[in-house]
C-alpha cells in the first residue's frame, strides 16, 4: 500500500492503473471468498508471473517509442529448445538458462538490427520475426519435447518461506528494471529517444545505439519468461508462447505507458499484468462461464483504457 | 577558427548549399542572413552535425573534422539552438537541461535531486522563472525556446550555434539573451547567429555573411553596413520596406467579445476592417485567447462573441469557420502543415465542400482556386505537387494562409503570421493584410515584434496576465508605451 | 528541371513500391509453377484471398486515418456467424441475414469510432480489447458450435464462375476495392482522412471535422469487416465460432505492405489490395512449392520483412 | 505403433484402487477445457453436464476455458482445485503441460480424469475415457487403403500441428503406409481445423498435383473444404475421400455423395469420464483406462446419423433435447 502510495505520488501520470487493480482486486476479495486465500493469492502471482517478465521486458520497449511482437515466439524458443536441452537435468539447468538468454538477447540484436537498417515499422517487423520464429520452432519439433527439472519447477511453483520464487523472481527484475527506467542515464535516454527521437538525436543521443539496447533487453526478458513458463508446463510445449505478445502489451498499456512512446513504466505494467491476472483468477473462482469471462475481459480492457485516457486528458 | 572549403548539400531537387566557404573566428558574434531557404539552416546543421554535406570539407582550429552525429559534433564544442525546437517534451526541465549529460551520483544513478537543483540555479542566472520539474509539454513555445538557449549555453562549448532565436521571443527577453550573448564572445566564444530581423542583426553582430539560393554571397563587418544594402545583398534587389498602416477612423464595433478566465471577465470590441494589434510579453495569454475565439476548446478560458448583437456559437474551429472565424497558428510545424501532402492538397484542406457536390471532390477547381490564390500571395515552389515540408518557412507560411483565405473569413486572427519569414515575404504578407483588411475583412494580429504590431495595426491592444491591459491607436503608441503596459499590467488608454 | 522530373518518378516508384513486388513475386511464381499463368488460377487467387482483401480495404480507410483495427478478425467471426443463424437455411430469409450482418459490423465499428474519436485512445489496444470482447459475444450467443445454416444459393451464387473462370466472390472483391478507392479518391471524405491523418491537430485547426470522419472510417472498417465475413460465409460455409480469428494480423499485414503506414495520411487501397495479392501469392506459392508447413511460416515472415524494407529503401532514395 | 498399441491396451487394463478417493457428496466438478470454442469439445461438456444431471450426489459442475493455451490451463486447474472440487475432469490442450499440476492435484485427494484424448499413465491421471487418436487414424487410412486399392498417391490433412492428434493421426498413418508400399504419400498439411484453410491448402494441392488418388482426413471439418475444392476443381471424381467423424457438415456430404463415410470420434467421452469419476468418488475399482471406441459408419448407413435441417457445426449424438446446444 505504502509504496503503491508512494508511486502514485511520484508520478501522477501513471495513476490510472493503481485504483483499477485495488477495485479489482476489492471487488474480487468480496465476490470470490476463495480468493482471499493466501494460498491462492501465491497462485495469483505464479499465473501472473511469465506475464510479468514480459511486459517489464516491453516497457522498456515502448519506453523509447518501439514495439516488440516476437517476444512470446522468443519465450516459446525458449520453452522448447530449454526443455530438450534440460531434459529433467538439474545440473544442466544453469547453464541453458544461460544460453536460452543468450539466445534470446541475440534475437532481440537482430530485431534491433534490422530496425536501424532497414527502415520497416518495429511493429511489421517484429510481426515477421514472430512468423519466422514460429516456423524454427516448428521445423524444429511439431510435438512437446524434453522436460524442464526440479529446479526450474522450483523456481516457477514453489516458495521461500512461504513466498513464491516467481514473486521474488518479479520483485527484484521490477526493483531493477523502474530504477533502470527512472533513475539510471540509459533509462533518461530511453524516454527521450521515445518521446522525440530526432530531437534526442539532435541533443547528442545515440538513438540507434538506444534502440538497439532495447530490443536486446526485450529479447533477453522474453527469454527469461520463457524459462519460467518452460518450469511451469514442465516440458517443451512449441505453441507455449503464443499470444504472449498482445497480453503483454496490453498490460503494459494499461499500466500507463503510450504506444508512441516515451513513457513507460514497470510497476505500471506489472500492475497490468496483476489486473489481468485477478480478473482471470477472479471469474474462475466466481464459476463465470469461460464465454463471458472472455467478453468481460475484453470490456474491463476498453473500460482500463478510456477511464485512463479521460484522466489524462482531464490532468 | 571554424572554416568550411567547398561545402555543398544536394537534396534531391535543390541545392541547398552550393560551394560554402565561411570562415569565423573566436571572439566574434557572425551573423547570417538570407531569405528564406537560402540554406542558413542548412549550413548549420552541417555544422552542428545533423546533417552530413554532400562534398566539402569542415576545418576547425585547422584540423579538419567530419561530424557523424550531433553527439560528435557536440563532444567538438559545438552547441546548437536549432530552428525548430529540440527538446523532448515529456521530460521535465531538468531532464531536458542535461540530457546527454545527466549528473549521476551514487550507484552510477542519475541524481534526480542534484539536477534539479542546478536546473533551478541555471535557469534563475538566465532569469527564467520555470519549474525544473514541469514537464516541457507544459511550457508555452517561448519559454521552451529560452530553454534551449540555456541548455545550449550549458554546455561549455567554444562555438555556438543560435538559429533564429528570437523569432518567438519578445523584447525583454532578447535584450537579455543578447546580454548573454555578448558576454559570451567577450570571453572567446564564436556565436554564429541566424536571423531574419535585419536591425537585431546589424545591432549584436561583428560580422555578417549573407547567404542566397544556397551560395555565401558576401561576408561583411556589421559596422557601417546600411540595412538598404544588407537586403540587396540578401534578395538580390532592393526591398521595398512595408508602410504603416494608414490611421483611420475607428469603425463600428462588429464584434463584441467576452473573454472569461480565473482572472475575470475582460471586454473586447473590433470593427469590420479594422486591424487590431495585440501585444505582450512571453506568456501573457494572446495565444490561448486567440485560439479560444476560434473554437478550439481550451482549459480556463471561455469566450463569447457578438456579431452586430447576435451571437455567435463557438463550440469548435469547424463551427468558428462557418461564422468566419478562422486562426492562423503560431506554431507552423505543430498544427498548421500537414508536412506530407502536396501545396494544393493543403492550401484547400479547409474548403474542400465548397468545390464538392453531394460528397465529391471537384479536384478541378480545387486547383485552379489554389493556383489563383497561391499566385496572388507569391508563392516560391518548383511544383504544386510538392510535399509542403520542403517549401521554406516564408513559403509555408503563405500556403497555410491560402488555406485561410480560400474559406473567404470575416475575422482572420493571425498569431506570429511572419515568424521565420524573410524580409521580402515579411512585407508582402503584410501588404496582404492591408489588402484584406481594406476589403472588409476584420484582422487580429498577435505578434511579438512591437515593430511589426505597430507597422500593421490600426489600433493595438495589449494583454499582461491573461487581461486586456491597455488599447490604443496604434499611432498613439509606441515601443515604450507597450512595453510598459505589458509589464506593468495596469490599465490605461480608451476603453477596449 | 530533369532533377524535378527524375525525383518525381523516384517518388512515385517509391509510393508504388508495393506493385514492383507485386511484379516480382508474380514473376518468380509463374517461372516455378505454371499454374500462375492460368487464369483461372489467379481468379481463384484472389476469390482465397476475398475475406482479408475486403476486410483489408476497410482496414486502409481507418490507417490512413492514422489509426488501426485490430477487432476485424473478430467481427468476420461474428458476422459469418450471425448471417447464417438469420438465414437459417432459408433463402427468404438471405437480405434479412446481410442486412443483420452489416449492421452489426457498422454498430462495432461506430463504437469503435466513437470511443476512439470522444476519449482519444490509442485504437491499438482499444480494437484489440474490442476484438476480445467481439470475440467472447460470438461464444456467448452460440455456445461455441456454430450456428445457422447457409441458404440455399448463397454460396452457389458466389462461387459461380462467370464465363467459366471468375468466381462472383472474386469479383465482388474487386467491385468494393474499387469503392474503396473511388472514396478514397473521388470523396470529401476520403480526401479528409488523408488530412486527419497526416495531422490531426492541423485538421481541427482547419475546421474539419475530425470526429465525424474518424467514427465513419471506423464504422466503414466494421461495415467492410462484416462484409469480410460474409465472404468468408460465402468461401467456406459456416464450420466454426473462430473462423475470423487471426485475420486481423494478415489483414494488418497485408495493408502496411501496400504502403499505408501506421503514422497515417499515406497510402490508399489499391497498394492494400496488391499487398493482399503479394501476400496469397506468396502463401500459395510456398505451399506449392511443397515447402513444409513450418518453412511457410518462416517464409512469410521473410517475405513480409523483405518487402517492407524494400519499400523503406526505396522512401529513403526518394527524400 | 502397433506394439505401442498392444502395451497401452495393457496398461488401460490395470485396476485403480478407489479408496482413497471415497468421499460423501454432494460432489463438486471441475471441468478444464484445454479449448471450448469447438463444436466437438461442446457436445463432449454437454455430455458431462447430462451424465452429472443424472446423478443427484453432483450438485455443481464448474468449467475453464484455456483457450488453447496450456499455461493458462495449468493456472485455471489450480483455480480450480482453490474451489475444493472433488473430481476434476479435463482434456488438455497438451498432455506433458499439464502432467505436474495433475499430479497434485492427485496428491490433494482429487481424482482426475482425461476425457476425449489418448490414452495416458501419467501419474497424475487417475483414469481415462479415452479415445484413441491413434486407433482412429488407423482406422481411417485402413478404410482408405483398401477404397483406394492400395496404390495411388495421397495427401493428409491433420489438425493444429503439435497437437496430440496431429501427431497420432500421422503416426498412425505412416504406420499403416508401411504395409502399402505402392501407396505415395505425397503432402502432409496442417489445417487447423478451420474449413476455409483447408480449402486453399486443398486448391494449391491441386495445382501441385495433376492428380490425387486419396484423401486422408479424419476430421471433417477439413474434408469439407477439401471436398469443395476437388469439386470447384472439376476433380471430385478422381480422388477418394477417408472417412471423416461424425461431424454434421461432413456427414451431410456424405450422405449426398455416398462417398468416404465416418469413423465416429465420440462426444460421449465426456459422459464416459464422469461415470468413471463419480465411481472413483464411491470407493469402487474402475480401470486405467476405458476406450470410448471410435466405430465405422460406411455410407450407406449415414442417413442414421446425419440431422439434415441442423447446422454444419453440429455432432451426430443421443443426448436429450434438453442437454442439445441451442441451435
Ligand atoms: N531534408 C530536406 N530535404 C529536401 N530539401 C531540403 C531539406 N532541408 C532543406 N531543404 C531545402 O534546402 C533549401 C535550404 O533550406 P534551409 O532550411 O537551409 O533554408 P533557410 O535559409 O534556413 O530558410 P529559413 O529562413 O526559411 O529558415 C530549401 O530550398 C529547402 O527546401
Ligand atoms: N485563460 C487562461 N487560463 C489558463 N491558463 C492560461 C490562460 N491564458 C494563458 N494561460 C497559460 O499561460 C501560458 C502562456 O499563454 P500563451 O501561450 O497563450 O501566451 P502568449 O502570449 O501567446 O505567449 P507566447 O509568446 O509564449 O506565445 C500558457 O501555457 C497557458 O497555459
Ligand atoms: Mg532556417
Ligand atoms: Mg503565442
Redesign the interface.
Known amino acids: 500500500m505504502a509504496l503503491s502510495a508512494a508511486l502514485l505520488r511520484r508520478q501522477p501520470e501513471i495513476g490510472g492503473i493503481w485504483p483499477l487493480l485495488f477495485l479489482g482486486v476489492g471487488a474480487a476479495a468480496i465476490l470470490a471468498p476463495a480468493f482471499r486465500d493466501p494460498e491462492n493469492l501465491a497462485n495469483v502471482i505464479r499465473q501472473a508471473s511469465v506475464l510479468g517478465v514480459l511486459a517489464i521486458g516491453q516497457s522498456f520497449v515502448l519506453a523509447a517509442g518501439m514495439i516488440d511482437l516476437s517476444i512470446g515466439m522468443i519465450a516459446g524458443l525458449s520453452v522448447v529448445l530449454g526443455c530438450a536441452l534440460i531434459n529433467g537435468d538439474d545440473g544442466k539447468t544453469i547453464p541453458v538458462a544461460a544460453l536460452m538468454l543468450a539466445l534470446g538477447a541475440a534475437i532481440g540484436f537482430v530485431n534491433g538490427q534490422l530496425v536501424n537498417r532497414l527502415r520497416v515499422h518495429p511493429l511489421i517487423l517484429t510481426f515477421g520475426m514472430l512468423s519466422v520464429l514460429q516456423g524454427v520452432i516448428f521445423t524444429y519439433t511439431d510435438r512437446s519435447v524434453g522436460r524442464s527439472s526440479e529446479l526450474l519447477s522450483f523456481l516457477a511453483n514453489g516458495d521461500v518461506l512461504g513466498v513464491p520464487c516467481p514473486a521474488i523472481l518479479l520483485v527484484a527484475l521490477l526493483a531493477i528494471s523502474h530504477i533502470a527506467l527512472t533513475r539510471s542515464r540509459f533509462g533518461l535516454h530511453l524516454l527521450a529517444a521515445g518521446g522525440d527521437p530526432g530531437n534526442a538525436r539532435r541533443a547528442g543521443l545515440d538513438v540507434r545505439r538506444i534502440r538497439l539496447v532495447v530490443y536486446v533487453i526485450s529479447g533477453a526478458t522474453a527469454a527469461l519468461g520463457g524459462i519460467l513458463l518452460a518450469g511451469r508446463l514442465g516440458t517443451g510445449y512449441p505453441l507455449a508462447g503464443q499470444g504472449l505478445e498482445l497480453d503483454a502489451l496490453v498490460a503494459v498499456v494499461l499500466g500507463g505507458a503510450a504506444l508512441s512512446g516515451g513513457r513507460a513504466s514497470a510497476p505500471g505494467a506489472l500492475a497490468g499484468v496483476l489486473l489481468l491476472a485477478v480478473l482471470s483468477n477472479a471469474l474462475n473462482l466466481m464459476g463465470v462461464s469461460a464465454f463471458v469471462q472472455m467478453f468481460v475481459k475484453g470490456l474491463i480492457v476498453i473500460a482500463a483504457i478510456v477511464a485512463s485516457q479521460l484522466q489524462r486528458s482531464r490532468a | 577558427m571554424i572554416e568550411t572549403a567547398g561545402l555543398t548539400k544536394r537534396y534531391p531537387g535543390v541545392t541547398a548549399l552550393s560551394d560554402v566557404n565561411l570562415a569565423a573566428h573566436a571572439g566574434e558574434i557572425h551573423a547570417l542572413v538570407g531569405a528564406n531557404g537560402a540554406g542558413k539552416s542548412t549550413l548549420m546543421n552541417v555544422l552542428s552535425g545533423v546533417t552530413r554535406p554532400t562534398a566539402g570539407a569542415l576545418r576547425l582550429d585547422g584540423r579538419e573534422v567530419s561530424f557523424e552525429t550531433p553527439g560528435a559534433a557536440q563532444a567538438a564544442g559545438v552547441a546548437t539552438v536549432f530552428q525548430e525546437l529540440s527538446l523532448v517534451p515529456q521530460l521535465s526541465v531538468a531532464r531536458n537541461l542535461f540530457l546527454g549529460r545527466e549528473e549521476v551520483g551514487r550507484f552510477g544513478l542519475v541524481d534526480v535531486a542534484a539536477m534539479e537543483r542546478d536546473a533551478a540555479e541555471i535557469l534563475s542566472r538566465h532569469a527564467l522563472d520555470i519549474d525544473p520539474a514541469a514537464t516541457v509539454a507544459s511550457l508555452s513555445v517561448a519559454r521552451q525556446q529560452m530553454l534551449e538557449i540555456a541548455r545550449a549555453l550549458t554546455q561549455d562549448a567554444r562555438i555556438l550555434i543560435l538559429d533564429e532565436p528570437t523569432a518567438v521571443l519578445s523584447l525583454t527577453e532578447q535584450n537579455a539573451l543578447f546580454e548573454i550573448m555578448r558576454r559570451l564572445s567577450a570571453e572567446g566564444l564564436l556565436i554564429l547567429y541566424v536571423s531574419h530581423r535585419l536591425d537585431e542583426v546589424l545591432a549584436i553582430a561583428d560580422r555578417v555573411s549573407v547567404m542566397r539560393d544556397g551560395q555565401l554571397v558576401a561576408t561583411r563587418p556589421a559596422a557601417g553596413l546600411e540595412m538598404d544594402e544588407l537586403v540587396t545583398l540578401m534578395i538580390g534587389r532592393r526591398g521595398a520596406a512595408s508602410g504603416r498602416a494608414a490611421p483611420s477612423a475607428r469603425p463600428a464595433p462588429r464584434y463584441e467579445i467576452g473573454y472569461e478566465t480565473a482572472r475575470g471577465r475582460e471586454e473586447l470590441s473590433i470593427g469590420r476592417g479594422e486591424i487590431l494589434g495585440l501585444a505582450g510579453l512571453v506568456g501573457a495569454g494572446r495565444t490561448t485567447f486567440a485560439r479560444a475565439l476560434a473554437g478550439v476548446p481550451t482549459h480556463g478560458a471561455k469566450v463569447t462573441v457578438r456579431r452586430e448583437g447576435r451571437p455567435l456559437r463557438l463550440g469548435s474551429p469547424r463551427q468558428a469557420m462557418r461564422a468566419g472565424i478562422v486562426y492562423l497558428t503560431e506554431d507552423r510545424k505543430r498544427d498548421g502543415i500537414f508536412a506530407d501532402l502536396d501545396i494544393v492538397e493543403n492550401a484547400v484542406a479547409s474548403s474542400l465542400d465548397r468545390f464538392a457536390r453531394f460528397g465529391l471532390r471537384n479536384p478541378g477547381r480545387e486547383r485552379a482556386s489554389a493556383t489563383r490564390i497561391l499566385e496572388s500571395l507569391k508563392l516560391v515552389a518548383g511544383r504544386l505537387d510538392m510535399a509542403v515540408a520542403r517549401l521554406s518557412g516564408g513559403n509555408q507560411q503563405k500556403v497555410v494562409l491560402a488555406r485561410a483565405l480560400l474559406t473567404e473569413p470575416e475575422l482572420l486572427i493571425v498569431d506570429e503570421p511572419t515568424r521565420g519569414v524573410d524580409v521580402g515575404a515579411k512585407a508582402e504578407i503584410h501588404d496582404l493584410l492591408h489588402t484584406l483588411a481594406a476589403r472588409g475583412v476584420t484582422i487580429l494580429v498577435i505578434s511579438s515584434e512591437i515593430d511589426e504590431v505597430l507597422a500593421l495595426a490600426h489600433r493595438v491592444v495589449v494583454m499582461a496576465d491573461w487581461r486586456f491591459v491597455a488599447s490604443a491607436p496604434a499611432t498613439g503608441m509606441d515601443e515604450a508605451s507597450i512595453l510598459l503596459a505589458a509589464s506593468g499590467g495596469s490599465r490605461q488608454g480608451e476603453p477596449t | 528541371m530533369s532533377?524535378?522530373l527524375?525525383?518525381?518518378a523516384?517518388r512515385h516508384l517509391a509510393r508504388h513500391s508495393i506493385f514492383l513486388v507485386l511484379a516480382v513475386i508474380f514473376i518468380v511464381a509463374a517461372l516455378s509453377?505454371p499454374?500462375f499463368t492460368d487464369p483461372a488460377?489467379l481468379l481463384?487467387v484472389l476469390r482465397?484471398a476475398a475475406?482479408v482483401g475486403i476486410a483489408a480495404v476497410g482496414v486502409t480507410l481507418v490507417m490512413i486515418l492514422g489509426g488501426v483495427d485490430l477487432s476485424v478478425g473478430a467481427v468476420i467471426s461474428l458476422t459469418a456467424v450471425l448471417a447464417?443463424a438469420v438465414m437459417a437455411?432459408e433463402a427468404a430469409n438471405l437480405p434479412l441475414a446481410i442486412a443483420a450482418a452489416s449492421a452489426a459490423g457498422l454498430a462495432i465499428g461506430a463504437l469503435n469510432g466513437a470511443?476512439i474519436a470522444f476519449?482519444?485512445?490509442?485504437p491499438?489496444?482499444?480494437t484489440?480489447?474490442?476484438?476480445?470482447?467481439?470475440?467472447?459475444?460470438t461464444?456467448?450467443y452460440?455456445?461455441?458450435?456454430?450456428?445457422?445454416?447457409v441458404s440455399p444459393g448463397y454460396r452457389e451464387f458466389f462461387?459461380f464462375r462467370l464465363g467459366g473462370i471468375a468466381p462472383v466472390l472474386a469479383l465482388a472483391f474487386l467491385a468494393l476495392a474499387a469503392f474503396g478507392v473511388l472514396v478514397q479518391k473521388?470523396?470529401?471524405?476520403?480526401?479528409?482522412l488523408?488530412?486527419v491523418g497526416?495531422?490531426p491537430?492541423?485538421?481541427?485547426?482547419?475546421?474539419?471535422?475530425v470526429r465525424s470522419v474518424t467514427v465513419v472510417a471506423y464504422s466503414l472498417a466494421g461495415l467492410f469487416g462484416a462484409l469480410a465475413g460474409l465472404a468468408?460465409l460465402a468461401?467456406?460455409?459456416?464450420?466454426?465460432?473462430?473462423?475470423g480469428q487471426g485475420l486481423e494480423?494478415q489483414v494488418?499485414?497485408a495493408v502496411?505492405?501496400g504502403g499505408t503506414?501506421?503514422e497515417g495520411?499515406?497510402g490508399g487501397v489499391a497498394g492494400t489490395v496488391a499487398g493482399v495479392l503479394v501476400l496469397s501469392i506468396a502463401?500459395?506459392l510456398v505451399?506449392?512449392a511443397?515447402l513444409?508447413?513450418?518453412?511457410?511460416?518462416?517464409?512469410?515472415?521473410?517475405?513480409?520483412?523483405a518487402a517492407?524494407?524494400l519499400?523503406?529503401?526505396m522512401?529513403?532514395r526518394?527524400? | 505403433d502397433q506394439a505401442a498399441e498392444v502395451k497401452q491396451r495393457e496398461l488401460a487394463a490395470q485396476i485403480v484402487n478407489g479408496a482413497p478417493f471415497k468421499k460423501d457428496g454432494p460432489y463438486k466438478i471441475g471441468v478444464s477445457a484445454g479449448y471450448l470454442s469447438n463444436s466437438w469439445v461442446v457436445f463432449a461438456l454437454q455430455h458431462v453436464r447430462w451424465e452429472a444431471s443424472r446423478h443427484s450426489e453432483i450438485e455443481d459442475v464448474l468449467v475453464t476455458d484455456a483457450a488453447f493455451n496450456p499455461a493458462k490451463q495449468v493456472a485455471d486447474i489450480e483455480d480450480l482445485l482453490r474451489q475444493d472440487i472433488d473430481l476434476l475432469i479435463y482434456w488438455p490442450v497438451d498432455d506433458t503441460a499439464v502432467a505436474d499440476v495433475l499430479k497434485r492435484a492427485v496428491e490433494q485427494g482429487v481424482p482426475t480424469v482425461q476425457a476425449g484424448g489418448g490414452f495416458t499413465d501419467a501419474p497424475g491421471t487417475v483414469t481415462n475415457a479415452y479415445i484413441s487418436q491413434w486407433n482412429l487414424g488407423e482406422m481411417v487410412a485402413r478404410r482408405l487403403m483398401d477404397d483406394i486399392g492400395g496404390e495411388g498417391r495421397i495427401v493428409a490433412m491433420l489438425p493444429i500441428a503439435g497437437t496430440t492428434a496431429a501427431v497420432d493421426q500421422l503416426d498412425a498413418l505412416e504406420t499403416v503406409l508401411k504395409e502399402y508400399p505402392k501407396v505415395e504419400l505425397a503432402s502432409v498439411e496442417y489445417g487447423d481445423w478451420n474449413r476455409a484453410k483447408a480449402k486453399q491448402i486443398t486448391e494449391n494441392l491441386l495445382q501441385r498435383f495433376p492428380k490425387i488418388d486419396g484423401v486422408f482426413s479424419p476430421a471433417g471439418q477439413m474434408s469439407i473444404g477439401m471436398a469443395e475444392a476437388f469439386d470447384e476443381a472439376g476433380r471430385l471424381s478422381e480422388v477418394t475421400f477417408s472417412p471423416g467423424d461424425e461431424y454434421n457438415g461432413w456427414m451431410k456430404w456424405v450422405a449426398k455423395h455416398k462417398q468416404g463415410g465416418a469413423v465416429t470420434f465420440p462426444t460421449r467421452a465426456g459422459q464416459v469420464a464422469v461415470e468413471l469419476g463419480v465411481k472413483l468418488l464411491k470407493g469402487e475399482d474402475v480401470v486405467r483406462g476405458e476406450a470410448v471406441p471410435s466405430v465405422y459408419i460406411a455410407p450407406d448407413a449415414i442417413d442414421d446419423y446425419v440431422s439434415p435441417d441442423a447446422p454444419d457445426d453440429w455432432w451426430a449424438s443421443q443426448l436429450p433435447a434438453e442437454f442439445l446446444p441451442e441451435q
Open positions: 532533377l524535378a527524375a525525383e518525381g523516384r509453377s499454374a488460377y481463384n482465397q475475406p447464417a437455411g470511443l476519449t482519444r485512445v490509442s491499438f489496444i482499444l484489440l480489447g474490442m476484438g476480445v470482447a467481439i470475440a467472447g459475444l461464444q456467448m452460440t455456445g461455441g458450435t456454430a450456428k445457422g445454416v462461387n473521388t470523396t470529401v471524405f476520403g480526401r479528409r488523408y488530412l497526416a495531422n491537430e492541423a485538421a481541427m485547426l482547419s475546421g474539419l471535422p468468408l468461401r467456406s460455409g459456416v464450420s466454426s465460432t473462430v473462423a494480423f494488418l499485414a502496411v505492405l503506414t501506421f495520411g499515406r502463401f500459395n505451399n506449392i511443397g513444409p508447413y513450418h518453412m511457410q511460416l518462416t517464409v512469410m515472415g521473410a517475405i513480409i520483412i517492407s524494407a519499400y523503406g529503401q522512401e529513403r526518394s527524400d
